[in-house]
C-alpha cells in the first residue's frame, strides 16, 4: 500500500499574515498540516496540486517550503495559475520536492503534468506534456497510474469556473483511456470536493487548504466550509481507498 497525502491551493504570501477573502492561509495551511499529523494515518509521498502562492513572491515560497518541509516525505508539486514557473521551480525542483516530475512506487507511478497557461486563469495541457505523459506511462513497467494536475478535466456545473477549466479536458480524458493504466487523476484549482469516473477513471478534486468556492454557483462565490486535505491509499491490484478530511477550528 502507498499513501498518498493530498493538499492544494494554499495560496501563501510573503506577509505571514496574508489573507484570500478573509482566511490567513499561512495559519490555515499549518493547521491542516497539524491534523494530518496528529493521526494515526501517515503517508509516504504528498501531492501538491498548485497554487502554492498567491502574490507572485519568492518569499511567499520559502514560506511554502519551511511549512511543509517537516512532513520528511517526498513531494510532488505541479503549478497552478497562480504560480511563477521560474520561482516556483527554485523550490519545487530541490529534494525533498519534484516538480512536474514522475515517480515508480511499487505498482504505482505517480506524474505531476503542467497544466498552466501564461497569463490564464484557465489551463491547457500542450501536446508536448500530453506526449510527455504517454511516453512516461508507455514506458513504465507499472501497472497502476495516478495523474496530478492543477486544472478540473471535467465541468464543474459551476458558470464562472467551468470557464476557467482545462480547456482540452476531452482531450487529457481520450489520452489517458487510451494508455490502459490509469486509475485516477487528481486535483485542484476549484476549491471544493469532487468525485466522480469517467470510463473507469476516478476524478477527484480537493478542496483548497483555505477558502472555498461555493458548488454549483453561477457567478464567483466562496463558501463557508472548513480548509481540507485527503488521504488517497493506493493498492496493488489498482484499487484505493480515499477520504476527504475537513479541518474544523478547533
Ligand atoms: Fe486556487
Given at each position: 500500500m502507498?499513501?498518498?497525502?493530498?493538499?492544494?491551493?494554499?495560496?501563501l504570501?510573503a506577509?505571514?499574515d496574508?489573507?484570500?477573502?478573509?482566511?490567513?492561509?499561512?495559519?490555515?495551511?499549518?493547521?491542516?498540516?497539524?491534523?494530518?499529523r496528529?493521526g494515526?494515518?501517515q503517508?509516504?509521498?504528498a501531492?501538491?496540486t498548485?497554487?502554492?502562492?498567491?502574490?507572485?513572491s519568492a518569499?511567499?515560497?520559502d514560506r511554502?517550503?519551511?511549512?511543509?518541509?517537516?512532513l520528511?516525505?517526498?513531494?510532488?508539486?505541479?503549478?497552478?495559475?497562480?504560480?511563477?514557473?521560474?520561482?516556483?521551480?527554485?523550490i519545487?525542483?530541490?529534494?525533498?520536492?519534484?516538480y512536474c516530475?514522475y515517480?515508480?512506487?511499487?505498482d504505482?507511478?505517480?506524474?505531476?503534468?503542467?497544466?498552466?497557461?501564461s497569463g490564464d486563469?484557465g489551463?491547457?495541457?500542450?501536446?508536448?506534456?500530453?506526449e510527455?505523459l504517454s511516453?512516461?506511462?508507455?514506458?513504465?513497467?507499472?501497472?497502476?497510474v495516478m495523474?496530478?494536475?492543477?486544472?478540473?478535466?471535467?465541468e464543474?456545473g459551476?458558470?464562472?469556473?467551468?470557464?476557467v477549466?482545462?480547456r482540452?479536458?476531452?482531450?487529457?480524458l481520450?489520452c489517458?483511456?487510451?494508455?490502459?493504466k490509469?486509475?485516477l487523476?487528481?486535483?485542484?484549482?476549484?476549491?471544493q470536493?469532487?468525485d466522480?469516473?469517467?470510463?473507469?477513471?476516478r476524478?477527484?478534486?480537493?478542496p483548497?487548504?483555505c477558502?472555498?468556492f461555493?458548488?454549483?454557483?453561477?457567478?464567483?462565490?466562496?463558501?463557508?466550509r472548513p480548509?481540507?486535505?485527503?488521504?488517497?491509499?493506493?493498492k496493488s491490484?489498482?484499487s484505493f481507498?480515499?477520504?476527504?478530511?475537513?479541518?474544523?477550528?478547533d
Amino acid at each position: 500500500m502507498i499513501r498518498i497525502l493530498h493538499v492544494t491551493d494554499p495560496h501563501l504570501f510573503a506577509d505571514p499574515d496574508g489573507s484570500l477573502r478573509g482566511t490567513a492561509t499561512q495559519a490555515s495551511l499549518q493547521r491542516v498540516l497539524d491534523h494530518y499529523r496528529a493521526g494515526d494515518w501517515q503517508a509516504d509521498r504528498a501531492v501538491i496540486t498548485g497554487d502554492l502562492i498567491q502574490d507572485d513572491s519568492a518569499e511567499a515560497y520559502d514560506r511554502f517550503r519551511d511549512l511543509l518541509l517537516p512532513l520528511k516525505m517526498r513531494m510532488h508539486c505541479v503549478p497552478g495559475n497562480h504560480d511563477v514557473r521560474e520561482l516556483m521551480r527554485k523550490i519545487c525542483c530541490v529534494p525533498p520536492f519534484s516538480y512536474c516530475a514522475y515517480e515508480e512506487i511499487g505498482d504505482w507511478l505517480l506524474i505531476g503534468l503542467d497544466s498552466c497557461v501564461s497569463g490564464d486563469p484557465g489551463g491547457l495541457l500542450t501536446t508536448e506534456e500530453l506526449e510527455r505523459l504517454s511516453d512516461t506511462v508507455s514506458r513504465s513497467d507499472a501497472n497502476h497510474v495516478m495523474v496530478c494536475l492543477h486544472h478540473p478535466p471535467v465541468e464543474m456545473g459551476s458558470t464562472w469556473l467551468d470557464s476557467v477549466g482545462l480547456r482540452n479536458g476531452d482531450e487529457f480524458l481520450q489520452c489517458v483511456q487510451s494508455l490502459g493504466k490509469v486509475r485516477l487523476a487528481v486535483f485542484g484549482h476549484v476549491h471544493q470536493p469532487y468525485d466522480a469516473a469517467r470510463d473507469g477513471i476516478r476524478i477527484l478534486a480537493t478542496p483548497s487548504t483555505c477558502r472555498q468556492f461555493l458548488p454549483g454557483s453561477e457567478k464567483f462565490a466562496v463558501d463557508d466550509r472548513p480548509p481540507a486535505y485527503r488521504r488517497i491509499t493506493l493498492k496493488s491490484d489498482g484499487s484505493f481507498d480515499t477520504e476527504l478530511v475537513w479541518v474544523d477550528a478547533d
